[in-house]
Each structure stands twice: as structure tokens, then as C-alpha cells.
């Protein structure tokens, strides 16, 4: 395990509640908590320790404002505020984002450009957001802004790059609407400099990432997740493969590389199945297709027509899976179900549900700290139709 170096905003942001505590009394106390919610249904095996503990968020947003000197700062809010709390240096960030967001407040003085006022709607920019690639040195810088436009965004994308070479592409996105989404839906990208995207490597996979792409924060521990997740899949050509919440494809292009004869990604947004599809075309998998559909009606219709499939993914988000998802999934009636949760209590209350409708049973529950420093846990749950 790598050591923590601590963080002095911590009482400040609340945005890592371990970040001052020895690692090991956090993963004591993470155990603790899963034990707490999901042992009725099986063994929970000890917490999978984080490598690194810190610098490890590869997605960083920073919002911008207003100091006392006048001079553009960036931050995050404090949790459960909208007080901004300047960060110069975040504990659990990339150090390349810090050297990043450190030039792009220093360039906002040179070219005239100032933090957007949400409540008087005056400014500029409004969030900054970094995507860095983990094993190789890329990264995506896209400016967020409430003004029609930045000034001068051409000569600050190009002074960006200058200074960081590693910044391959430079997107900018308005978003002037009342809401705490970095991005609004629908967002209209802007390519200043670059592609508009970024590749990185994942369980031996290439991924493109655009700035609305779904891509783990933590892709050091992702790496290990979905391993320990196609493990418990046991995969082989005889197998289909359903990814219900499939996202950008990460995991059903994973299974499709690991052994499955055949993969379905189900997924409703319309720009996340592009990214999957054009993942696929990138890695040369034709083992694979992704469906533009909600996931319980697209599975109560393929049980219908008698279809089946031999293993079921599900990586839902924190909300959990729905009653009508899980009746839909038990109407598949794969032979293993491989649950990933980024929330234990969601977790249990959903596997509650299988217990008392579906006949299947829990045969492992591994967690994985894929966000140290955070009280956030990552889940995977084997479970087997009986």
C-alpha cells in the first residue's frame, strides 16, 4: 500500500473525510460498513487496498471564482455549500491537473478573462474540466463557460498547450443554465485545439475519452475491478454476455476481449453507445454490439422473444437497479449475475430483492477501495441461479 501525504483542506472541503487518517483504519472501517449491510448474504471478503492512495482522480472538476485580490481561483465547493474553496494541490488529483489549472489562472489576467457570477450572470468561465489518460501522458482541458464565448480562447488554448504538451486537445462547452451540472445535457462541444479526445489503455484495451465520456475516475483500481469482475464471470466462446448499464462499453468490450462468444451492451444514452461502438471499431472486436435502450424494457423484450443470455453485468449508478430491472433480469435467467455497486446500501437492498423473488445466491462479495480518502467503496457481488 502506498502512503498517504495528507491533505490540510480537509476540514475544509469535506470532500475526504480519511484524508488525515491512517489507511489501514480506513479500510477497517470500510470493511466494517460492508460487513454491516451485505454479510446476511454472504461472505465479504477483506477490502482490495487502493495502489496509489493518492494522486489517483484522472477526472478533475474545478470550479472558478473570484478571490479577494481580484485574481481568478479554482476549487470545489465545500461539500453540501455552494462556498467555493480555493485547491491549489488536491491530496487524491493528478499532479498534472494541478500544473494545468495553475497556467489557466495565471492566462485568465492575461487575455481578459474572468470567473462567471452565477447569480449576477457576468463572466466567463465557470468550470474547468481535466480528463488525463493514466498510462500515457494525454490530456483533454475543456472550459466551461456561462458567457456567450472566452476571450481570446484560441490564443489561451494554444498557451495552454505550449506550456503543457501533454494537453492534446482543448474543448470548450457553455452551460449558463440555473444547475449544478458541470455539463448540461445536450451540450454543444466546441473544439478549440485537438481531436476533442484523449485515448487511454485499460486491461490491455484502448478507450477514447471526450468530455462527456463515462470513464472510472480511479483507473489504477477500475483495472483491477473489472478483472476481479471477469473472474467471477468465469468466461468462455460458449457464453452471451448482456452488459445492462453498459456506458461507454468499458466492461462488455472487456468480457468481448476475455474469452465471451458473444457480448450485448444495453444502454440509453445516445453518446455514450457512439463511444461504445467506436471502442469496439478501435480495438477490432466483432464479438460485440451495443443497443440504443432502456435496460429493463430492452430485457423484459428479449425475454419475450425467449432469448437468453449466460452471464449478466450490471454496473448501475448509486440510485441502484430498479424492481422492474431485476424482475426483467430474472426473466433472462442467466446462469451468474456479476453485480458492481459504487454504493453498499443500494447493494443490499437490491440484493434483498433477488433473495426473496429470484432464485439465485450470493457466492462472493469483494470490495474494492477504488476512491481512498473518501467514505466511497466499490462492490462486486458474484451471484449463481440455483
Same mark, same amino acid.
Given at each position: 500500500m502506498g502512503k498517504r501525504r495528507g491533505c490540510p483542506?480537509?476540514?475544509r472541503c469535506g470532500g475526504c473525510m480519511y484524508a488525515n487518517v491512517d489507511y489501514s483504519d480506513e479500510l477497517l472501517d470500510k470493511f466494517i460498513q460492508e460487513e454491516r449491510l451485505l454479510s446476511s448474504f454472504g461472505r465479504v471478503y477483506p477490502v482490495l487496498p487502493a495502489d496509489p492512495v493518492t494522486v489517483y482522480r484522472c477526472k478533475i472538476q474545478a470550479v472558478c471564482g473570484t478571490g479577494k485580490d481580484g485574481r481568478m481561483v479554482t476549487g470545489i465547493y465545500k461539500k453540501g455549500t455552494h462556498v467555493l474553496v480555493p485547491v491549489r494541490n488536491?491530496?487524491?488529483?493528478?499532479?498534472?491537473?494541478?500544473?494545468?489549472?495553475?497556467?489557466?489562472? #495565471?492566462?485568465?489576467?492575461?487575455?481578459?478573462?474572468?470567473?462567471?457570477?452565477?447569480?449576477?450572470?457576468?463572466?466567463?468561465l465557470r468550470h474547468v474540466l481535466i480528463r488525463l489518460a493514466a498510462h500515457r501522458n494525454e490530456a483533454l482541458v475543456v472550459l466551461v463557460h456561462g458567457s456567450p464565448d472566452i476571450p481570446h480562447v484560441q490564443d489561451l488554448a494554444a498557451a495552454i498547450h505550449q506550456k503543457h504538451p501533454f494537453v492534446r486537445s482543448v474543448?470548450?462547452?457553455?452551460n449558463n443554465e440555473k444547475t449544478s451540472m458541470v455539463i448540461p445535457e445536450n451540450a454543444v462541444q466546441r473544439v478549440v485545439y485537438g481531436r476533442g479526445w484523449i485515448t487511454d489503455r485499460l486491461c490491455s484495451l484502448e478507450f477514447r475519452i471526450s468530455p462527456m465520456s463515462f470513464y472510472?475516475?480511479?483507473?489504477?483500481?477500475?483495472?483491477?475491478?473489472?478483472?476481479?469482475?471477469?473472474?467471477?464471470?468465469?468466461?468462455?466462446?460458449?457464453?452471451t454476455v448482456i452488459d445492462a448499464y453498459s456506458g461507454t462499453g468499458t466492461i462488455a468490450l472487456?468480457?468481448?476481449?476475455?474469452?465471451?462468444?458473444?457480448?450485448?451492451g444495453i444502454e440509453s444514452s445516445h453518446a455514450a453507445v457512439m463511444d461504445a461502438r467506436e471502442n469496439a471499431r478501435l480495438n477490432g472486436l466483432?464479438?460485440?454490439?451495443?443497443?440504443?435502450?432502456?435496460?429493463?424494457?430492452?430485457?423484459?423484450?428479449?425475454?419475450?422473444?425467449?432469448e437468453h443470455c449466460s452471464v449478466l453485468f450490471l454496473d448501475p449508478p448509486r440510485s441502484g437497479a430498479t424492481e422492474e430491472f431485476l424482475a426483467a433480469a430474472g426473466r433472462m435467467a442467466p446462469d451468474r449475475i456479476v453485480y458492481i455497486s459504487c454504493n453498499p446500501? #443500494?447493494?443490499?437492498?437490491?440484493?434483498?430483492?433477488?433473495?426473496?423473488?429470484?432464485?439465485?445466491?450470493?457466492r462472493g462479495i469483494q470490495p474494492v477501495d477504488m476512491f481512498p480518502g473518501s467514505e466511497h467503496i466499490e462492490t462486486a457481488v458474484l451471484l449463481e441461479r440455483f
Open positions: 483542506l480537509s476540514g488536491c491530496a487524491v488529483e493528478d499532479d498534472r491537473a494541478a500544473a494545468v489549472l495553475s497556467t489557466i489562472r #495565471t492566462l485568465s489576467g492575461r487575455y481578459g478573462i474572468t470567473a462567471y457570477d452565477e447569480d449576477r450572470f457576468t463572466g466567463n474543448v470548450t462547452i457553455r472510472q475516475v480511479n483507473p489504477y483500481m477500475a483495472e483491477r475491478l473489472y478483472r476481479i469482475a471477469m473472474n467471477m464471470a468465469r468466461l468462455d466462446e460458449r457464453d472487456i468480457a468481448a476481449s476475455s474469452g465471451a462468444g458473444h457480448v450485448i466483432d464479438n460485440v454490439e451495443f443497443i440504443e435502450a432502456d435496460a429493463s424494457r430492452m430485457l423484459k423484450e428479449m425475454a419475450r422473444r425467449g446500501e #443500494t447493494l443490499g437492498r437490491d440484493l434483498r430483492y433477488i433473495r426473496r423473488f429470484l432464485p439465485y445466491r450470493v
